[in-house]
């Protein structure tokens, strides 16, 4: 529990029982989800913060590392409806959103949803599909809803889209635009298991696949409350302006073409919230937003040509902002 002094920083520090929640929450989730990816937690507790942060993620890795796997698991232990959308180049907008159909019988339209229609969505190779297609993501992702012609038909909360891309192989695929990649909360990479963790897996999938014993360990319903419960947390004035100082600064990197957008302060205030509650803390501190600012802020920074050359990346600017900027202190970290 917060000291005395924390309580006068932070008045409107919240009731513990809220922050139980996300807690009980979180790991129940992470605890499911780690039968099935092994290795991976910091990755699985990312992307759990992602869904309670209600954000989107977009997983950039190899194939075969476990990215559809992370996500049925995901689906499945929260006991929300799971979709799957495999992107081609030959798909339509109405692949993705559906359709409406005549009825001879009705003599009316009627809409058939599309795989859109889902509480977890995964958008398998993204990147492949026509930007055209890619587009009739952008109000699903923003606005939590889909228009097919002209009538406007609500998402079931939660709502998250887990998007994968393949990161070496670009035959055939379709840059994601600086729109949507702006859409996603967080880039994550799962990455290669270590021996020991391979060998794990093998053993895991001997007799059947570990998913086939993942059960819900958490309600909708109270999935909800841990989201509500994250918005409480509270963020210092000195926070917030470290937030806007870093953001800042990718903006007038020398390296950088085009820095972060101010959907990505937004982006890593709610993500510096949701670990805050995960860590049982009602506040946030200068270290939630060190730990999260690569994964909130890379993707959405474009480097500069000459520093292409120079094989300088996103990440590393990131890391070099992080060097450079002064961190908080005082009441901030009280």
């Not at 470290?242 to 390296?255: E, F, G, K, M, T």
């Not at 982006?267 to 600012?293: E, H, I, N």
């Amino acid at each position: 529990m917060p000291d005395q002094n924390t309580q006068q920083v932070y008045p409107n520090s919240r009731p513990r029982q809220r922050l139980d929640v996300v807690q009980q929450v979180a790991e129940s989730i992470v605890h499911s989800v780690n039968q099935v990816i092994i290795g991976k937690r910091n990755e699985i507790r990312l992307t759990v913060l992602g869904l309670l942060s209600q954000g989107h993620i977009l997983i950039e890795d190899i194939p075969g590392v476990g990215k559809t796997m992370l996500a049925k698991a995901l689906a499945r232990s929260i006991g929300c409806s799971f979709s799957r959308i495999q992107f081609t180049p030959d798909m339509l907008p109405s692949d993705v959103t559906g359709v409406s159909l005549f009825n001879q019988q009705t003599r009316q339209f009627e809409f058939r949803p599309g795989p859109i229609m889902a509480q977890i969505v995964l958008a398998d190779e993204i990147n492949r599909a026509t930007p055209k297609t890619q587009a009739a993501l952008l109000e699903a992702m923003e606005e939590k809803q889909i228009t097919v012609d002209g009538v406007t038909y609500a998402l079931d909360q939660p709502f998250l889209l887990l998007a994968t891309q393949n990161p070496i192989e670009y035959e055939g695929t379709f840059p994601l635009p600086e729109a949507q990649l702006d859409r996603f909360l967080v880039r994550i990479q799962l990455g290669y298991p270590t021996p020991h963790e391979e060998m794990l897996v093998l053993g895991a999938q001997q007799y059947e696949h570990p998913l086939a014993a993942v059960t819900q360990v958490v309600t909708v319903q109270d999935l909800l409350a841990a989201q509500n419960a994250v918005r409480q947390v509270h963020v210092a004035d000195e926070i917030k302006q470290y937030i806007i100082a870093l953001v800042s600064a990718s903006r007038q990197h020398p390296d950088v073409y085009l820095g972060s957008s101010p959907r990505g302060s937004l982006a890593l205030f709610r993500c510096a919230q949701t670990r805050a509650a995960m860590s049982g803390r009602d506040y946030v501190q200068p270290d939630d937003v060190k730990a999260l600012a690569e994964v909130a802020l890379a993707h959405r920074i474009i480097v500069s040509a000459a520093a292409r050359i120079r094989e300088v990346s996103s990440r590393s600017i990131v890391q070099d902002i992080l060097n450079t900027t002064p961190v908080p202190g005082g009441s901030a970290l009280r």
